[in-house]
């Protein structure tokens, strides 16, 4: 149609804007901008800079040089480091595994019908709209070595005669931080999976009562294998929260005691931001993302759609 | 094999009572259909039978067994769901095996199970797929397999044809009948749609507002409907339903519709003179008629079905129709005479809806048991 220059007169001169206009690529590529800005200027070069950073040895006030891969060299035979990642490791996994189990088991019972469910509901979720800073502080002072509430609680009870130190034994700390996160994580497993759970059919269940299945039957033969693509992804992201934790550790122990319960995001921070090796710490930070990838490539796979997802245009 | 019995039914929900004293007796090997406009509890009965809720009051007793409070898997039972409730995680195989699986049998007996249900059904090349790469006739044909493998004393289906297109049902309406006829087993049928239940039932249990209409074969319900409510629910088109009063007009008894017109009566009816009544005459059963005969109609809209022409017209105040079997060139505004075949009007009393020949002649037809 838009012949240039052979057109007839009485056809309009399609202009470049116009023509531009109705380009769909183009239009697409314009669109996309603003949001492109944002991941390049928020994600892209914060990461770009951590990366970079990690293989300098600025210290703050002084500019540094590149390094290579010095600082990693250096961390590989620091014991504090390697301490630092059994931590978070030991803090993923247990605190990943309880709040999987716990949050599974709370989404099956909200699941039922019961009196005042909607209030039950929004209860749940209340750890996890608590800012974290404010629930770290409550803990810190539930646990507190002379006032802790648990304590007098158990004493109350004749349960133990002396205080608990909840902070100040290593592994005493270590169950200490990691039920905290639990209580801090348990909303988002339970609230999601429960997402999950309503969107099974109830005639499945019922087919299945007909068909002689019992309970225990039911919950192993249909709900968990038809739960499974949502448990991928929330578990991803249940993993990637606790693995980077930072918040509760901090407030409540600083690493200590004798850094049982540094985890690399603690450690990280306190080299760069306390210790002023912004260098040392940014490549603590990095360190992190071989296990934060393989957890998302766990996912990726976890989060393919599974065969009986597949095929059928219709409903 | 097992007959069913319901034995003053009664289902509540809380404080709101769904299903009033329900009498229903399903013999061994039948074909049976509970029909109603959707609300009127065919559907709580049918769970009720599965034991999929709880019975209220009165009792339920599958080949003669009270099975009130016998779980659904001890019932002998298999149900097919509207929705088809297959479970989308299992190939095609495993849903059918599913039961036998439960029941542990062993892999001889599942395999045999499954394929003979799978042949029967044109299932065969289908078993290695899972729910959602089938068609709704073929998901349909899986469910009905899963409930074939178990050999129930009992097929209960619950609306298993609403969610196919028009075509696709009427050929599984004739698949599942034909299956009936050859594999036996006692089967209830549950459906609002009163052409399925025609065409499928031995037996039709009219189902409206938690109480049991009418009970009987599907040619009985249709020529003898037992109240106005059977009467207009089932057929399609509807009985034509005039209010009027049985008369004397010269000498012979007529109904006189509220606006004046004249409708014929066959004599000797046995209906008193000044009965307030309803009149009803089903569309199939006008014939066009010289004028003066039978009463006349203004055609307000013709619909050609290619088997028949159908025309809605307006009479005594209220739409009327009458279907034709030879073609005739109606147009609208038109006015035609139609003579209703006497002896297969109904009357119904306008108080109790009933209909009167039951009432006061009802001699020479067939009594229904009291089901």
Sequence with gaps: MAVIGESPGRMPRVTLGARLHNNNNFLGLLFMIPAGIMLLVFLAYPLGLGVWLGLTDVKIGRPGKFIGLGNFRWLAQDSLFWLSVFNTLLYTVVASVIKFGLGLWLALILNKHMPFKAMIRAIVLLPFIVPTVLSAMAFWWIYDAQDSIISFLLIQLGLIDSNIDFLGKANNARASVIAANIWRGIPFVAITLLAGLQTISPTLYEAATIDGATRMQMFRKITFPLLTPIIAVVMTFSVLFTFSDFQLIWVMTRGGPFNATHLMATLAYQRAIVGGSLGEGSAIAVAMIPFLLSAILFSYFGLQRRKWQQGGTDD | ?371
């Design chain 2, 1 to 371: 094999m097992a007959s069913v019995v319901a034995r003053n039914v009664v289902k509540a929900f809380g404080s709101t009572e769904v299903l009033h004293g329900i009498d229903v007796e399903i013999p061994d090997k039948a074909f049976v259909v509970l029909v109603g406009p959707s609300g009127c509890g065919k559907s709580t009965l049918l769970r009720m039978i599965a034991g999929l809720e709880k019975v209220t009051a009165g009792e339920i007793s599958i080949g003669g067994q009270v099975v009130n409070n016998v779980p659904p898997k001890q019932r002998n039972i298999a149900m097919v769901f509207q929705n088809y409730a297959l479970y989308p995680h299992m190939k095609v195989f495993e849903n059918m095996a599913f039961s036998l699986r439960l029941a542990k049998a062993s892999d001889e007996i599942v395999q045999e199970k499954v394929h003979a249900a799978a042949d029967a059904l044109n299932l065969r090349e289908y078993l290695d797929r899972y729910p959602r790469q089938l068609s709704g006739g073929q998901r349909q044909r899986v469910a009905i397999g899963r409930a074939m493998v178990r050999d129930p004393q009992v097929f209960l289906f619950d609306e298993p044809l609403s969610n196919l297109d028009a075509k696709l049902r009427v050929q599984m309406r004739t698949e599942l009948k034909e299956l009936h006829q050859r594999i036996g087993g006692t089967s209830i049928y549950v459906t609002h749609d009163q052409i399925e239940a025609l065409t499928m039932g031995d037996r039709i249990v009219v189902m409206r507002d938690g109480y049991v209409e009418q009970v009987g074969s599907p040619l009985e319900v249709y020529d003898y409907p037992n109240n106005i409510f059977v009467a207009s629910f089932i057929g399609s088109p509807a009985m034509n339903l005039f209010a009027g009063t049985v008369t004397a007009k010269d000498g012979l008894s007529i109904v006189l519709a509220d606006d004046g017109t004249v409708l014929p009566l066959a004599q000797g009816h046995g209906v008193s003179d000044g009965r307030r009544v309803v009149y009803g005459i089903r569309p199939e059963y006008l014939a066009l008629s010289k004028e003066g005969q039978g009463f006349e109609t203004e055609v307000v809209v013709v619909e050609p079905t290619g088997a028949d022409i159908l025309v809605i017209g307006r009479t005594a105040g209220q739409e009327l129709r009458a279907s034709f079997h030879d073609r005739h060139d109606f147009r609208p505004g038109q006015r035609i005479w139609l003579n209703p075949r006497l002896d297969t009007v109904h009357l119904f009393d306008q108080e109790t809806t009933r209909r009167l020949e039951l009432d006061e002649a009802d001699s020479d037809l067939p009594r229904f048991r009291a089901v």
